[in-house]
C-alpha cells in the first residue's frame, strides 16, 4: 500500500487511521511564520514575525484586529486567514447588534473550530492551511486560544506555532510562571525575546519584521470589557533595544562571582566544592541568548 492511495482525499482514512490531507494542512502551519501568545494578569501580548516576499515587497501582516476586545496571529496561509478573520468579524458585529455587549472569545473559537472540522468532513472543500492564535479579554479576563485544521482548540497561558516554534515554546516553558506578575511592557519584552529564536540563523529580528498586539483591560478599568493595539515599526524598537541591553548583565555578574571565588585561592584558603559550584555553572548564558 503506497501513502499516495490515502491521500488524494480528506475523507479517506489511511489503514493507520491518519487523514493525510489534514495532515499536510497542519504541516503548512509549521511552515508558515512563526507567532506566538503570551498571558498576564490583566493583559494578553502577541507578537508575529512579518514574512516579506521579497526584497521589493513590503511585509506580509500577521496579526489581525477582529474586534475592539479580540486579535488573532496567523501562520500558515494568508489567504484561508484572511476568510476566516472575515467570518470572525461578522460574528463578533452580530453578536454586538443582538445583546449589545462583545462575544466571548470562548465561544467564538468553538464556532471557528467547527469551521474548521467541516471541512475535514466533506469531499469538495480542503482544509484550511492555517493556524490561529486568538487573544482575548472580556468579563472572564485575559484568555489564549489556538486552532488548528483538524478542527481542535485548546487555552493556554503561553503558546507559539510557525517555524522554528521549538525554540519560543522552550523560552516561555522556562518563563511562564512569571507572566502573571509582570507589566504589560514586560510581557512584551518576554514575547520578543522568544520570537527571537524563531528567526532564521542570517538574519535578527528587527523593528520591520516584527509586530506587537497588546489586549486587555481598558485605561477607564471597564471588568467587561477590553481594548487592542498593534504596534508596528517605530513602536517596537525601543522594547527591541531595551532587550538587547538586558541579556548584557548576567554575564558580568557571573564574571564578578568567579573573580570573587578566585580570592580566597589566592590567600591558600582551600575552596570547597559548594564554593566552586556557582562559577561552573553556564546558566545565566542561556537565559541570555534566548
Do not use: W
Not at 64 to 79: F, P, Q, R, T, W
Not at 185 to 202: E, N, Q, S, W
Request: net charge negative; proline share 5%; hydrophobic share 40%.
Amino acid at each position: 500500500m503506497f501513502r499516495s492511495q490515502y491521500d488524494t482525499d480528506v475523507t479517506v482514512f489511511s489503514p493507520q487511521g491518519r487523514l493525510l490531507q489534514v495532515e499536510y494542512a497542519m504541516e503548512a502551519v509549521k511552515q508558515g511564520s512563526a507567532c506566538l501568545g503570551v498571558v498576564g494578569k490583566e493583559h494578553v501580548v502577541l507578537a508575529a514575525l512579518k514574512r516579506q516576499p521579497n526584497e521589493l515587497s513590503s511585509h506580509q501582516r500577521k496579526l489581525l484586529s477582529i474586534d475592539e476586545h479580540m486579535v488573532v496571529a496567523i501562520a500558515g496561509l494568508n489567504a484561508d486567514a484572511r476568510s476566516l478573520a472575515k467570518y470572525m468579524r461578522t460574528e463578533c458585529l452580530n453578536h454586538k447588534y443582538v445583546y449589545g455587549a462583545p462575544l466571548q472569545a470562548a465561544r467564538l473559537v468553538a464556532d471557528v473550530a467547527d469551521k474548521y472540522q467541516r471541512c475535514t468532513q466533506m469531499y469538495v472543500r480542503r482544509p484550511y492551511g492555517v493556524g490561529l492564535l486568538v487573544g482575548s479579554f472580556d468579563a472572564t479576563g485575559p484568555h489564549l486560544f489556538e486552532t488548528d485544521p483538524s478542527g481542535n482548540f485548546n487555552e493556554y497561558l503561553a503558546m507559539a506555532i510557525g517555524a522554528r516554534a521549538q525554540s519560543a515554546k522552550t523560552y516561555l516553558e522556562k518563563h511562564f510562571d512569571s507572566f502573571k506578575t509582570l507589566q504589560v511592557d514586560d510581557l512584551i519584552k518576554h514575547a520578543l525575546r522568544a520570537l527571537a529564536g524563531c528567526v532564521a540563523g542570517d538574519k535578527e529580528l528587527d523593528a520591520a519584521s516584527a509586530s506587537v498586539a497588546v489586549v486587555g483591560r481598558g485605561d477607564d478599568g471597564s471588568t467587561t470589557t477590553g481594548v487592542s493595539k498593534i504596534l508596528e515599526d517605530d513602536q517596537i524598537q525601543p522594547y527591541l533595544d531595551a532587550i538587547d541591553i538586558s541579556p548584557a548583565t548576567p554575564p558580568a555578574a557571573e564574571e564578578n562571582a568567579m573573580e570573587t571565588e578566585d580570592e580566597p585561592a589566592a590567600t591558600g584558603t582551600p575552596q570547597t566544592t559548594d564554593e566552586a559550584g556557582p562559577g561552573a555553572a553556564p546558566g545565566p548564558d542561556d537565559d541570555a541568548d534566548m
